[in-house]
Each structure stands twice: as C-alpha cells, then as structure tokens.
C-alpha cells in the first residue's frame, strides 16, 4: 500500500472511531444522567413513592427499587450480549437506547403515592426493571464497538471514553439536582422537579439513536462473519462457547469488575447520601462535593487510560485492588470529621483509585474476550457484578450501619470485594499490545 493510500486510511478510519466515540459517549452518558438522578434525589423520591414510616425506613426502600432493578440486568446482559454476538454490535447498541429511551421517559410521568396508592411504587419498580434490562447492553456494547475500532496502541486511552461519559453524566444528574434543590420549594420539587431529568432523556435518546443509525459493526467483527462464512461453518451459540471454552476468562472478568461495581457506586451513588444522613453535611455542600469530584475524574480516567497503553492494564488494576484494601477503613473515619474540605480531599483520593480500575476496566475486559463471545462475555459479567455489589451498595450499607450501629461497617465491605477482585486480577493475562482476537 503506498504512503499516500495509508494516509488516506487513516483519515477515514480516525473520521470513523470518532463518530463511534461520541455515540458510545452519549448514549452511556444519557444512561448515567439518569441513573445518577434516581440516586441523588433519593431523598426526594422516598417522599414520593414510600410517605409511612421514619426517614431511614423510606430511604432503604428506595434503594430496594434501585437494588432490584439491577436484577434484571443479568437477564438483559444474556439477551443484548447473545444478540450483538450474533445480529451484531450496531442491532443490539440501537435497540437497546430504544427501550431505555421509553423507559426512563415513562418513570417522569408517574402519579404520586398520594395519587395512585401502591400503584406508584409498583409503576416505578416495573419501570426501573425495564430501565436496568436495557441498560445492561449499553455500557459493554459502546466499550466494545469502540474497542474494535481503536487502533491498538490507544486502545485503552480510546476505551477510557466510556467509564468517562458515565461519571460526566452522573456529574449533570448531580447538577442538575444541585439546581433544582436550591431553586424549587420541597413542595414543587415532590410535584415536579424530580421529574425533570426522566424526561430528558427523550430527546438524549433520540440524538442517540440518529448517531446510531449512521454507523456500521467493526471491521473485527466483520471479518469474523467472513471467516466463518469462507469457512463453511454456521455460527456457534455464544453463550454455550462463553461457558464452555472461555469460562475462565469469563470468571476472571466477573471478578475484576466487581471492585469496579462496588467502588463506583460507593463513591459516587452511596457517599453524597452517607454523607447527608451519616455525617449530616447539607444536601447542597454534599452534591457541590460530588461534582468537584466527578470533573476531577473525568481527568483521571483519561490519565488512567493513557497510563494502560503505557504500563499494561494487570498492573493497574492490581494497584487499584490494594489501594482499597489499604485506604477505605482509614477514609472512612476521616470522612465523619464532618469538615467538607476534609471529605473533598478523601473523595478525590477515593475517586483516583477508583479511576486506576475504571480507566482500565474496558480496553482489558474486551480484550480478554474474543470477538465470537466479546459482548456476550464482557455484558454477562460485568451486569453480573453491578447486579451483585454495584446495585445493593446503597442498600447493603444502609442496612450494615441500621444493623450494627457502625457508621464505618460499609468500609469493611469494600475492602473484601477488594481483595476477592485482587486474587482474580492475580490470574489475568496482559493483552495491551496484541490485535484483538
């Protein structure tokens, strides 16, 4: 191939991975704005949907709505990752915004408790069910779609773009709630204002879905449709050659992602609430804290992205698993100092170990998987530790600390997850510098 053929290839497939990037970046970060929403106006929400009981009864059950819709994330990561394995990623990432889309939408327009009787909650629950349903494609196929199209020695710092969109969209759900808190009355914001970010996420679905339909599956993924044709086989089942030949793998990644599940929602779901009602830090100064921290971690993803191509992604992830281990139990007694400057800094820190697995997670999960079974394998584990340890974080904390009267309990958690996420990380192999297989 001549020089002046390279380049122009180079310019079509840089024109490519960046219309990837930002349909993958938009459609996780609608996704995250949303889910960060629920989680930041939970207070709000109990109010609407649970009005008996003391306030910490109505904030457990409202983590048990967000707890149990993640329960049917392993069934939508079975059916999105067995789809886009074999009708292809673009079928499954465009279908996938399609339901989340109406779903989300659909929980800004249901009745009150006080409207409708029990008929609320269940509408929210059901809702939510079909939001976690759909959600679990998203993230695994925008990390794939642009792990296929990265070239190899930026592939990490290229994958880093999909656990970034998810903290900027936490970051404007944080905001957004931020704004409305400080210009709404409680009354209005019962009524209205917590409303507002579901139904935005019409029209995000909508740009979504437009970029989508635009984009073609991966020349990897391609080129193992031609393979098999040249070859004269049928396609396999994905999920039996997930299960039967690359269970290992599977296990590993499971494992891997489940400090990753618990670490994201503690820090940026479950603290800003710890540290209203444990710490009893305003409601304002507790969001202003979170999104100081999310734009600093939008920074440190990418640098932690960059630092994979460099270094590996094993080594930072196993940093990762032993800063936990070695930090959380100490922040946490530092957080209930009460001093927002103090609970700045150690959620900065928090938030930078985070971001050494995180930054990491995507470009090593869909490397460890081979594109036969890469969105079955990469959506069935990861949903299966978000559903496990990422969704039952606000829940499970709650209920330690209601428990055994320990505000540091839900620290000792972490630190377990930490150490099984190392001992799996431990037996992982490195693939940064090899074409996907």
Not at 83 to 110: E, F, Y
Not at 129 to 147: H, K, M, N, P
Request: charged share 15%; net charge neutral; glycine share 8%.
């Amino acid at each position: 191939m001549s020089d002046n053929n390279q380049t122009e290839k180079l310019e079509t497939d840089d024109t490519i991975v960046r219309r990837v990037l930002s349909s993958s970046f938009l459609g996780n970060f609608a996704e995250w704005m949303d889910y960060g929403s629920y989680s930041y106006l939970a207070t709000v929400i109990a109010v609407v949907f649970f009005p008996d009981g003391d306030a910490s009864v109505k904030l457990l059950a409202t983590y048990a709505v967000f707890a149990l819709s993640f329960l049917a994330r392993p069934i939508g990561a079975f059916f999105w990752g067995y789809m886009g394995d074999k009708k292809g990623r673009k079928w499954s990432l465009t279908a996938s915004i399609l339901v989340m889309t109406g779903s989300t939408s659909l929980i800004g327009l249901i009745p009150s408790y006080a409207t409708i009787g029990i008929a609320a909650p269940l509408l929210l629950l059901l809702l939510r069910l079909t939001q976690g349903f759909s959600a679990s494609g998203e993230y695994a196929g925008a990390a794939i779609f642009i792990a296929e199209y990265a070239p190899v020695n930026r592939r990490g710092f290229y994958c880093s773009m999909v656990p970034a969109s998810t903290a900027v969209g936490l970051m404007c759900g944080s905001f957004l709630a931020t704004i409305l808190t400080l210009t709404m009355s409680d009354s209005m914001m019962q009524s209205i204002g917590w409303r507002i970010p579901f139904l935005l996420a019409f029209p995000l679905g909508v740009v979504v879905l437009t970029l989508r339909l635009r984009l073609e599956d991966s020349e990897v993924y391609l080129r193992m449709l031609d393979n098999l044709k040249e070859s004269g086989k049928q396609m396999s089942s994905p999920l039996r050659l997930l299960f039967t030949k690359h269970l290992k793998e599977t296990l590993i990644c499971f494992g891997v992602s489940s400090l990753n599940a618990i670490g994201f929602y503690m820090v940026f779901t479950y603290l800003p609430v710890y540290i209203e009602t444990e710490v009893k830090l305003g409601t304002v100064e507790s969001n202003i804290i979170t999104n100081i921290t999310l734009i600093a971690y939008v920074l440190m993803i990418f640098s932690s992205g960059k630092l994979s191509d460099q270094f590996g992604r094993k080594k930072l992830m196993i940093a990762a698993s032993v800063s936990f281990i070695l930090l959380t139990v100490p922040a946490f007694h530092i957080l209930n100092t009460g001093q927002a400057v103090v609970i700045l800094i150690i959620e900065l820190i928090l938030a930078y170990c985070l971001t050494l697995n995180d930054g990491t997670l995507s470009s090593f999960l869909s490397e460890t998987l081979p594109t036969e079974v890469r969105y079955s394998g990469f959506a069935i584990s990861f949903n299966l530790a978000n559903t496990i340890f990422g969704g039952t974080v606000g829940f499970i904390s709650t209920l330690l600390i209601k428990t055994t009267g320990n505000s540091i309990s839900p620290a000792y958690y972490m630190c377990v997850i930490a150490i099984f996420a190392l001992i799996c990380m431990i037996f992982a192999k490195e693939y940064k510098d090899k074409e996907l297989k």
